[in-house]
């Protein structure tokens, strides 16, 4: 186990609903990075954070934002769901924005668009 | 643009057959190549980081090598309990970017 955590674990929202996912990043880790994996593909990244600012962002609209907080959990949010938004989300964490760093990964959060 | 290309698709093996998976990928840069497990449902689980060309790094029945243009995961003597989607992904000057994976299943 990696140490990172998610929740919920499981979530189903109807078009149009916002939603909010939330990640705890392993002990000692100061970067956050979230993913959106669609089935059977491999993850896309959306956003990463280093020290509650954000370091670096995807091919994602803006209606997917985030936020860091100062004890270096994150949370992603999303405005005006739509059904192609049903995915895995994950979150993945690191000890530093450093190229080559390992990331991490949480459980994921299944979400449903209906 | 960064590419990973990840091959074959799926992979069926008996227990105890050997096999390798191929990542292909195109980097300016490389910085980092990493290989992941991944169970169905769940999060990615790390494997390995390999950072330059004729590096190899062993785990048990893995052992993961890489090129200037790929990289294998060899898989020796399987388990069943082996069985997931193994993905590759790389870093250059952007976060990663992962292959479609390869879904590997090893019977019994």
């Known amino acids: 186990e990696t140490g990172v955590t998610q929740s919920p674990t499981h979530l189903i929202k109807t078009r149009g609903q916002q939603v909010t996912l939330r990640c705890s990043s392993q002990?000692?880790?100061?970067?956050v990075s979230w993913y959106q994996q669609a089935l059977g593909q491999g993850p896309q990244f959306i956003f990463q954070y280093y020290r509650e600012e954000e370091n670096g962002r995807g091919n994602f609209p803006p209606r997917f934002s985030g936020l860091q907080f100062p004890n270096y959990s994150s949370e992603l949010n999303v405005n005006a769901l739509e059904l192609d938004d049903s995915a895995l989300y994950l979150c993945?964490?690191?000890?530093?924005?450093?190229?080559?760093?390992?990331?991490?990964f949480g459980p994921g959060t299944r979400l449903l668009v209906l | 643009e960064d590419q990973v290309t990840q091959s074959p698709e799926a992979l069926r093996l008996q227990e105890g057959e050997s096999s390798s998976l191929n990542c292909s990928y195109t980097?300016?840069?490389?910085?980092?190549l990493f290989w992941y497990r991944q169970d169905p449902g769940k999060g990615p689980e790390f494997l390995f980081t390999?950072?330059?060309a004729g590096e190899e790094k062993e785990k048990e029945r893995l052992k993961a090598t890489l090129t200037k243009k790929e990289s294998f995961l060899h898989i020796t003597a399987p388990k069943p309990e082996d069985s997931a989607t193994y993905l590759c992904a790389v870093q250059a000057e952007t976060p990663l970017v992962f292959g479609k994976g390869t879904r590997l299943s090893v019977i019994a």
């Open positions: 980097v300016s840069g490389l910085r980092g």
């Open positions: 993945a964490s690191s000890l530093s924005t450093s190229l080559g760093e390992t990331q991490y």
């Open positions: 002990s000692g880790h100061n970067t």
């Open positions: 390999l950072y330059s």
